[in-house]
């Protein structure tokens, strides 16, 4: 049974400090005012708060500090409180929705859901909300923060030695905040006026596989869950998710054919990639063993991808990238044939520009790509398996 106590005057100032106790609670013996209270901390705070029932729960609604607040006005505030609440109002769940609502974590929940769903750097942004943004602004209401809080965050990434970085994360401060600003969550983006980080462009990655590396990462995939996706990748020249998300319903084995479906392709536009030799031959073993009903690689994504690179590249003793395997492909074939640069940006499935390409010509090159990746999966062999190329002569099949 809680005591009651005459908490005006100068009983928040008198009443003593809890030692046993977190805290003590001293309730109100004014029957206008049920549920009020003074809540004593350890710590020496002491809050006004009033107790009640909304919707069947108990809830807490804080009224001010006791060094702020006189007992008169947290009694006056405390009546119009129960006179909302005698109207079913529940000013606590309502207090704490519109907090919730403007908080820094739901603003970037939102900008998840609606904005970076469409985008293929959704597990990136959510990577870096999760690790630089929220740890700092979680409990901040969006509007709250400043650019001075921007250029802190920007600054610790800067600090750790990862610049580019830094600037990467501005851009994606600026997006969500634009988002709240489109969503009328807030006024100003706190990102405007701010600098990116020094520490020169980000450069553009050249890096191709020597004959040598290729038959050391092609050995080293040998021992990996995920290394047949590093060798697709290398034998196909597609994309890290593009590969990594890879469906059984995406591929013909009978017609030797991967169609990459437009829905997981960069440019939105759908994608046949012959399957020919080591590639086939691959996807029929995974496929004949004990395997995912619609993932050929499940559970396979960013983190996986990225765990994967630094165990084959301990292995290699190389510094390499999954990318580097796409730009090693492409290079390849460039030096077996410099004159298939066209049947290169098909396999690649580059964007085409300009009216002829993107709405009159739409010849599909299915047998001059089948060509190309026969010549390269032959030379990926030899390199690996010391057999000579049958020819130096790209062969046209059907």
């Known amino acids: ?18 030692v046993l106790t977190a805290q003590e609670d001293y309730w109100s013996g004014d029957p206008r005012t049920p549920g009020l209270l003074l809540r004593v901390y350890r710590s020496g705070k002491k809050t006004w708060a009033l107790r009640y029932n909304a919707n069947g729960k108990k809830n807490f609604l804080r009224l001010g500090r006791a060094n702020v607040i006189p007992y008169k006005k947290a009694r006056d505030q405390a009546l119009r409180e129960l006179g909302k609440i005698a109207n079913d109002a529940d000013p606590a769940g309502e207090r704490n929705a519109r907090r919730q609502a403007e908080s820094f974590a739901t603003l970037a929940d939102e900008y998840l859901k609606r904005h970076a769903v469409h985008k293929r750097s959704m597990l990136e942004d959510q990577r870096v909300i999760n ?15 400043s650019k001075r809080d921007v250029n802190k965050v920007l600054d610790a990434i800067a600090d750790r030695g990862s610049p580019v970085q830094a600037n990467r ?36 990655r050249e890096r191709v596989l020597s004959d040598a590396e290729i038959k050391a ?60 030799g080591k590639a086939l031959a691959i996807l029929r073993e995974i496929q004949a063993g004990e395997h995912d009903p619609v993932r050929v690689f499940p559970n396979a994504g960013k983190a996986g991808a990225a765990a994967l690179m630094r165990r084959l590249r301990r292995a290699t003793g190389t510094d390499w990238r999954f990318h580097d395997l ?12 410099p004159s298939l640069e066209t049947i290169i940006s098909r396999l690649l499935n580059h964007a085409r520009t300009g009216v002829t390409a993107t709405v009159y010509a739409h010849y599909p090159f299915d047998k001059e790509k089948r060509a190309a990746l026969i010549r390269w999966d032959r030379h ?8 000579p190329e049958e020819s130096n002569v790209i062969e046209l099949r059907a």
Do not use: Y
């Open 1 to 18: 049974m809680r005591r009651q106590h005459d908490l005006s005057g100068d009983f928040a100032e008198k009443v003593p400090i809890p």
């Open 131 to 145: 690790k630089d943004l929220l740890p700092a602004w979680k409990d901040l209401k969006a509007a709250e923060i």
């Open 169 to 204: 994360t501005r851009v994606l401060i600026h997006t969500i905040f634009k988002v709240g600003i489109e969503r009328d969550i807030l006024k100003e983006n706190p990102c405007a006026g701010t600098n990116a980080r020094p520490g020169g462009p980000e450069k553009v």
């Open 217 to 276: 990462v092609i050995a080293g995939c040998e021992t990996e869950t995920l290394g047949n996706a590093a060798k697709l990748a290398l034998l196909t020249g597609q994309r890290e998710m593009e590969v990594m998300r890879m469906e059984w319903a995406e591929l013909d084995f009978a017609g030797g054919a991967w169609s990459l479906p437009a829905a997981r392709s960069k440019n939105k536009r759908p994608h046949s990639i012959p399957l020919v």
């Open 326 to 337: 796409r730009r090693t492909f492409a290079s390849g074939i460039m030096r077996l044939d």
């Open 380 to 387: 990926v062999d030899s390199v690996t398996n010391g057999r």
